[in-house]
Structure formats: C-alpha cells, structure tokens
C-alpha cells in the first residue's frame, strides 16, 4: 500500500523560510514524476513544482526563483525548500506522485502559513 506522509509546514512570517517534506513507502520514487501542489481556501489545487524521473524540474511561475525542489531516492523522500515567503503562499501543500501507467497518489497535505 502505497503512502505519503507530509511534514514541515508551519506558521512563518513574511519572507522566512519551511521546509517540506514527504516520506513515501510502497513505491519506488525512480521510476516516477513527483510534485508538489498546494490548495488555499477558495481556490483550485495547483501545481508548485515538479520533478521528472529524470530529475526535469518545473515551477509554477508564482515561486520561481523561490522554490526548489529535491529528492532523495535513496531515502524515498521528496522535499520542497520554500524561501522568501509571502502572504499568498498561504495554503494546504500536498504531496504528490504520477506513476509511469499515470496512476496518482496523495498525501494527506501539510498547513502552510505565512503571516504579514
């Protein structure tokens, strides 16, 4: 059974910095595009950035310069480095992994908030 588990949000002021992270067990992240997509109250889920199986990185226009994001596939870890935070990166950040037969699997998201 595959699961995500997400950890490292928080409450932050502008312009500080989080560190997300999200376990994964019962797959193998090589194989396998994986991202990050976060959800404010009122709004659509949208997608923060993403990274291929070949380590293709791609950010929503919103974070670049601001974001990065890793993996450890050793550790079957991905990982959202998040820098000068705004107001409007407030939201629910989930986890999330699409199977070469485009399957996808959640996490159960992680709060965010960035404070003025």
């Known amino acids: 059974q595959v699961q995500l588990v997400e950890s490292g949000g928080g409450l932050v002021q502008a312009g500080g910095s989080l560190r997300l992270s999200c376990a994964a067990s019962?797959?193998?992240?090589?194989?396998?595009?994986m991202g990050w997509y976060r959800q404010a109250p009122g709004k659509h889920r949208e997608l923060v950035a993403q990274?291929?199986?070949?380590?293709?990185?791609n950010y929503a226009d919103s974070v670049k310069g601001r974001y990065t994001i890793s993996k450890d596939n050793a550790k079957n870890t991905l990982y959202l480095q998040m820098n000068s935070l705004k107001p409007e990166d407030t939201a629910v950040y989930y986890c999330?992994?699409?199977?070469?037969?485009?399957?996808?699997?959640w996490g159960q998201g992680t709060q965010v908030t960035v404070s003025s």
């Open positions: 990274i291929t199986s070949g380590g293709s990185r």
């Open positions: 999330h992994i699409l199977t070469p037969s485009y399957y996808n699997y």
């Open positions: 019962g797959i193998m992240f090589s194989f396998n595009t």
